[in-house]
């Protein structure tokens, strides 16, 4: 599988990684299937030492760009976020996997109003059954009220807008 690099990819995916050998491959494989092909996927390995990301090397993709840093998740997870060039950013776990259309649908989302600077799904851990947060659906606002409710935003399903975030300098 060889794809031609972007050089403006719409989406960055940021993927930290630490010693994640268990569900990583089917993760990436994940995000590889999407339905959306206009993004780049920063693989951001925290020094692991389980030789987790070695299957990168043989997969020819070139939204593919792994990062290796040393294990600091919170400077790493920054890093990735610094160096991140898509208009939205994507996050994603080592032990998650998208669905086929997540992508797509959060851009649409966000390409639709642009007045929306987050955009957030329920979410299944692999190896789990319960899904969480699936019964909220559509725009919350005031967002900041609904927050003294608890977090109820998965992070690993988030796709914001990246000069949201670097406006509000939200790292």
């Known amino acids: 599988m060889k794809h031609k690099k972007d050089k403006n990819p719409i989406v960055s ?12 491959q089917e993760s990436v494989e994940s995000i590889l299937r ?11 390995d925290d020094g692991s030492t389980d030789g987790c990301v070695d299957f990168l090397n043989h997969i020819i993709d070139e939204r593919i760009h792994l990062v ?5 998740y919170i ?3 920054n890093y990735g976020l610094s160096i991140a060039s898509g208009r939205y950013i994507a996050r994603m776990d080592a032990d998650d996997k998208m669905l086929p259309t997540r992508l797509e649908e959060q851009v649409a989302v966000l390409e639709a109003d642009k007045n929306i600077m987050i955009c957030a799904s329920y979410m299944q851990r692999m190896g789990g059954e319960d899904v969480y947060n699936s019964g ?9 009220h609904i927050l003294l409710l608890g977090n109820f935003i998965a992070h690993p399903t ?3 807008r990246t000069d949201y975030f670097q406006a509000h300098q939200l790292k």
Request: glycine share 4%; net charge positive; aromatic share 12%.
């Open 13 to 24: 995916v940021l993927l930290p990684v630490y010693n994640a050998g268990k569900y990583l």
């Open 136 to 144: 909220l659906k559509g725009k919350i606002n005031p967002f900041a």
């Open 34 to 44: 999407q339905a959306y092909t206009v993004f780049e996927l920063l693989v951001l």
């Open 75 to 77: 400077a790493t997870l």
């Open 68 to 72: 290796k840093r040393n294990h600091n």
């Open 158 to 160: 988030v796709m914001l």
